[in-house]
T-cell receptor
Framework: EADIYQTPRYLVIGTGKKITLECSQTMGHDKMYWYQQDPGMELHLIHYSYGVNSTEKGDLSSESTVSRIRTEHFPLTLESARPSHTSQYLC?????????????FGPGTRLTVT | KNQVEQSPQSLIILEGKNCTLQCNYTVSPFSNLRWYKQDTGRGPVSLTIMTFSENTKSNGRYTATLDADTKQSSLHITASQLSDSASYICVVSDRGSTLGRLYFGRGTQLTVWP
């Protein structure tokens, strides 16, 4: 099983609150990713990072922001949560190198904004 | 437009039976194709990865095939078990960028009944 962790696993929060979803990996991977997944739908890439101090936006526009100060941590922040942010957020990591390298996923955070 | 289509959307089979899931893709330039298993409320876990030159790859009771000419793949599950109940996601990677962007299908929801 992959050593990639996400906290919290479930979060219910009111509109307008600031939240941070944590993601950490102990595999020393340079590349990290955040995906958003709605029920029955495909995963969409919202942020990725090639390494420390590197962050890029993904395919799906998101109001969230990310930071990569340490190799093992890749937190995602929503400054002001809205009901439209309700979704599952999945973090992943992979080694640098060919695109054939495996992406390892965390268990996900189920976010509900009321 | 790069897309990954899976069929059927959902499938119910009896324990011990075999089944085959289908995946068609239009991703270009092609790098590799992966099948993931995603249990409810969990992150995806990789089953197989196949590159352009590979036609088939097995992982226990899971056998994936790839026809790069027709851009089709299948995942065959033999002697199904209750624990096989999950969403099976086809994922195609392109080689047009150093990120190795992943394109996700919506998954086939498999339910195995006793």
């Amino acid at each position: 099983e992959a050593d990639i962790y996400q906290t919290p696993r479930y979060l219910v929060i009111g509109t307008g609150k600031k939240i941070t979803l944590e993601c950490s990996q102990t595999m020393g991977h340079d590349k990290m990713y955040w995906y958003q997944q709605d029920p029955g739908m495909e995963l969409h890439l919202i942020h990725y990072s090639y390494g420390v101090n590197s962050t890029e936006k993904g395919d799906l526009s998101s109001e969230s922001t990310v930071s990569r100060i340490r190799t093992e941590h890749f937190p995602l922040t929503l400054e002001s949560a809205r009901p439209s942010h309700t979704s599952q957020y999945l973090c992943a990591s992979s080694e640098s190198g060919p695109s054939s390298y495996e992406q390892y996923f965390g268990p996900g955070t189920r976010l509900t904004v009321t | 437009k790069n897309q990954v289509e899976q069929s059927p959307q959902s499938l119910i089979i009896l324990e011990g039976k075999n089944c085959t899931l289908q995946c068609n893709y239009t991703v270009s330039p092609f790098s590799n194709l992966r099948w993931y298993k995603q249990d409810t409320g969990r992150g995806p876990v990789s089953l197989t990865i196949m590159t352009f030159s590979e036609n088939t790859k097995s992982n226990g009771r899971y056998t994936a095939t790839l026809d790069a000419d027709t851009k089709q793949s299948s995942l065959h599950i033999t002697a199904s078990q209750l624990s096989d109940s999950a969403s099976y996601i086809c994922v195609v990677s392109d080689r047009g960028s150093t990120l190795g962007r992943l394109y996700f299908g919506r998954g086939t929801q498999l339910t195995v009944w006793p």
